[in-house]
């Protein structure tokens, strides 16, 4: 018997150690095992890859426009008190005020003198050379060497078509013009003189880049039907190749200010021209300026 019981005692024993056993060898939680793969928040992870919004990049890129200081405001700019009378007229088909005023020639083949913009009485351009006086009306005419050389290759072109060209009119200066401009009120009225010439401080033709080209066939004179002769046309289609442009265009004499004029060329380059004269606007359109 007591065999039996010792036996008995010994079986339960093995039970309550074998069922502890089974207990510690089973798995963790799963709740447990879920917390150890958990990753960040999205929301902080987003606020890792976040840049910079796109106004405060934009306005690093943002450049100030340049200015120029060869342009002064017209109440800086020295007085004429001799210069011509400009009428009431203040619309581009008078004398209307001033923009600004340029003081010295920087070299920008883009300059702009018109109605709106003027030059000072001793402006005088850079880079000037004589015009050989056998190519031209008058004598001591000159031009920017640039605009010079680009013509001399037109008009050698011109001449082996059998076009016979001139210059009758190139840089001009202040007090020239002044005259040009009294001489255009004593023939006609105020008010076709500010169509047919420029005042004083605001003639292309201060620039040393314009010039008025005449011919044999127009008997050195200037006349509107020049654009109807074989070597008006020839300029017409031909002169964007050498960087001119036919600067005062028909029909366009509410943003030149001027009346049309087939004879007066302005040099801006080949690539400027070519795009001028393909879309056949204005200087003024293709600055921005009309």
Known sequence: MRKFLALLLILCMVFVFTACGSEESSEEPGDQSQETEVTEPEDEQETEDVQEPEDEQESEDVQEPETKD?????????????????????????IPDLIDVLTYDDGDLMVLVNKYHGTTPDYRPTDMVPVD???????????KEEAYDAYLEMYEDAKAEGFDLKICSAFRSYE???QLFTN?????DLAFA?????????????????????????????????????DGKWLYEHCQDYGYILRYLEGAEDITGYMYEPWHFRYVGKDVAKEIMEKGITLEEYLGEA
Do not use: C
């Not at 006086?133 to 031009?143: H, V």
């Not at 255009?184 to 006609?188: E, G, L, V």
């Not at 500010?194 to 008997?219: F, K, N, V």
């Open 176 to 178: 020239g013009q002044k």
């Open 133 to 143: 006086p056998a190519l031209a009306t008058w004598n001591d005419l000159s031009l």
């Open 194 to 230: 500010h169509m047919y010439s420029a005042y004083p401080g605001r003639s292309e033709h201060h620039t040393g880049l314009a010039i008025d080209i005449t011919s044999a066939s127009m008997e050195w004179g200037l006349r509107q039907d020049f654009a109807d002769y074989p």
């Open 70 to 94: 060869n342009l002064v405001d017209p109440a800086d700019a020295p007085e004429d008190s001799s210069a011509p009378p400009t009428g009431d007229d203040k619309s581009i088909r008078g």
């Open 184 to 188: 255009a009120i004593n023939s006609y």
